[in-house]
């Protein structure tokens, strides 16, 4: 016995019905049929989701498009604290405070806008927030769009969600 | 009608009937080919494409691709050859048209008291002239790859030359066998031939006289139409697009069009060698007459029907298979299609013939 020489199982020789390679062929024509036909009866079978009518059922922490909260009165729970700006990494938000016309509120955002272009879903924001006013639960990623500037969300679409 | 104004008539209609049918079935043969592609890998395949909401399985698919590749940028390589670059798309193409012109569709019919051959032309060297027509294809595939002036299409360019003689070689001589048992080379004959029956049993057709030569036949096509498993000159994981990488917008659809009618023709030709062209089995020309002696009469419109329906049903079913074997078998390497080529079709094609000879001179004692 040799040392340091391992024993690798190889693939078995081909039977002479194989090597002439047309049985095989045709078991494979076979095999191709059979799934063919049986997508075809079967179309639930197939695992693709048509994307756009139906879409894929996403993970409860799944880190998806952001959205702000509202108070009661509709007003937003944001109070304009800039937590999330300076834990945001790719540095995509971009808050205005003013001074809230409700007398219990101190400040609200005049502007807040998320750059879904440069946000990486990293969920450091939603961390941030000492007030529960940013989520990422809408549960989908970013739609495509065919300008930049829409998509720099502002605070209403912010809002909607 | 008299007589030259009828030829003329006749000609023209046999041309433009059989043409659209081919070409249509190129058509339909492009959604097949993605649609069935989708349906053995477990996929949906095309349904987008629709006409007013209507998506028809993404049959449209076929109809939005040539508007897309019709207003696509006409682009032409800096390196490349400017008129052998123009050129290529249309060798390619031209010889899978010219195909069509020996393939009978369906038996003789009578028109206005004259006989009127389904065929465009019912040329006395039939299939030669057909081996001499597919011998060009190789020269679009070759000059594609070369006149692009890039290293991909011309690595494609190269294998398919190689390739395509190879087979040629053993194409040509898998079906001297046929041409010995039917004793003619000309396509109308071998069908004609081919309406008898083997021991009173079974149709005498080409696939059950020929069995070797219809597997030889077969392979040497598939190698021909550079479908997998010989696809070397595409081969897109090894050369990105082969011999048309360089080529965009109605030169690319021409190719893709000429890889289709290829098929097609092939289809063709197979159907008429091999398994009785318009031949419906035990079908005569007063209808059926099964072998023991049980008989159907039947109308000649009928029985016209039937064959030209015949002739299709075998057309797709073999249309259908190129696409089949193309999901189900792999690319092979190209050594592995050189070996293939030289060293068990060749030989095998050798010994068919000589089997089918001494079969003959036997039976003839």
Redesign the interface.
Known sequence: MTIGVIKVARPREMSFPESLY?VE?VK??G???G??LS??VRQE????I?YPEVRRQMPPRFRGKHRLMKRENGAPRCVACYCCPTACPAKCITIVAGESPDPAVEKYPVRFDIDMLRCVFCGMCVEACPCDAIRMDTGWFTPPDDTREKLIFTIDTLLEK | MTGPLFDITVAVARIAVFFAFCFGLVVVMTWVERKGAAYIQDRRGPNRADIFGIRAWGLFHPLADALKFLFKEDFIPDNAHRLFYQMAPMFSLAPAILGIAVIPFGPDVTVMGRTVALQIADLNVGILYLFAVSGMTVYGVVLGGWASGSKYPLLGGLRSSAQMLSYEVSMGLSLIGIFMVFESVRMSQIVAGQGGLLFGVVPKWGVLVQPLGFILFLVAQYAEANRTPFDMPESESELVAGYHTEYASFKFSMFMMAEYLHMVVGAAVVATLFFGGWQFPYLGDAGFLFPGGFAVAMPPALVLLLRIGAFVAKVLFFAWLYVWVRWTVPRFRYDQVMRLGWKVMLPLSLLNIFVTGLTLLLLKK
């Open positions: 047309l062929i494979g024509l095999v191709t049929m799934h063919m997508n075809i079978g197939i695992k693709t048509e």
